[in-house]
């Protein structure tokens, strides 16, 4: 079995249930597995240290994750159209990654999570996308032979997966986020198969 690192950031659960569906379509695909870290919440001024483990959810990410993974699957809530900024610290720390080429073909893919319909999703996308091809990783979207890209009235983009959390900041994904999700997942797994 072949693993593929589906790493997030979620503060208030959206996306971490996307997570858990990109998560689903990779382990529809024969011989892939999906391996679920988030990256911890970084503060500018702290009193107590973070736990080294989190009280729930996924294990925080680490070197070996990304060693051992065929393909790397990341995912953020939009902050004014950008990551948020616990996953920027974390990019920001693969310094010795990049200079290594660590990560150089692996099949790449970005999520995310906002409020409202026009909070900035496809920037945040974007945005993190622009890391991974400085790592040299191949950079998998969601093409329109999804017929649901093209009826979606919530989230869901040729960008990657998306969750537009609404007035009541719900954290499940509708039916249609919920299944582009497992598509992103599905090529995910079956690009990184074909690649590795």
Not at 2 to 28: F, W
Not at 108 to 113: I, K, L, N, Q, W
């Amino acid at each position: 079995m072949a693993d593929i690192l589906v790493l997030y950031y979620s503060r208030n659960g959206a996306v971490a249930q996307l997570a858990r569906q990109i998560a689903r379509g990779i382990g529809e695909v024969e011989g892939m597995t999906a391996r679920l870290r988030c990256v911890p919440p970084v503060a500018a001024v702290t009193t107590t240290a973070a736990p080294p483990v989190p009280e729930d959810g996924a294990p925080y990410v680490d070197t070996r994750d990304l060693e051992e993974c065929v393909g790397l699957v990341v995912g953020s809530p939009t902050r004014f159209g950008n990551m948020a900024a616990p996953m920027k610290h974390w990019f920001d720390g693969l310094g010795a990654q990049w200079a290594s080429g660590l990560l150089v073909d692996k099949p790449a893919a970005v999520f995310t999570s906002s409020s409202t319909m026009h909070g900035g999703q496809e920037s945040t996308l974007l945005t993190m996308m622009v890391p991974l091809l400085h790592h040299g990783c191949v950079i998998v979207g969601i093409p329109f032979t999804e017929p649901r890209l093209s009826t979606t009235r919530t989230g869901g983009t040729p960008y990657g997966a998306s969750h537009v959390g609404g007035a009541e900041d719900d954290p499940r994904p509708s039916e249609d986020e919920a299944h582009l999700a497992r598509a992103l997942g599905r090529r995910m797994a079956t690009i990184a198969g074909k690649l590795a």
